[in-house]
């Protein structure tokens, strides 16, 4: 269980798992099923609203307990929004004029690229490293090594 303050909400989570499924899961390398409860409060302390959300995964109880993959299961979300906010912000992805056939997937991919070769140059501040390759177009060929 975790509880966490942040966003001006308290949320108090519940990862519970089963390998009792495994035999019924048509997944490919099922080793667990979980179930993960999650209930918010406002700052009051009142409730606000209550999921539940199932999934299932490929690590072993061994590898993986309920803990673990309660803190993996918020790993991927930090990952997740880390990505998206650079991409909202930096990018302003959400203003962007591109709405026609495969021009958006592309877009998208190109700023992932772009991200992820910063993040590769040890890059912290993706708004500086664009505004820098934007100033001097050859530093942007210097992280693809040309």
Known sequence: MTRDKGHGRIEVRKLQTSTKLNDYVTFPYAAQVCRIHRITYNLQGEWMREETVFGITSLSVERADPA??????RGHWSIENRLHWVRDVTFDEDRSQIRTK????????LRNLAISLFRLGNQSNIAKATRRCARKPERALELIGA
């Open 102 to 109: 495969e021009g958006p997937r592309v877009m998208a991919t």
């Open 68 to 73: 673990r993959l309660l803190n993996l299961n």
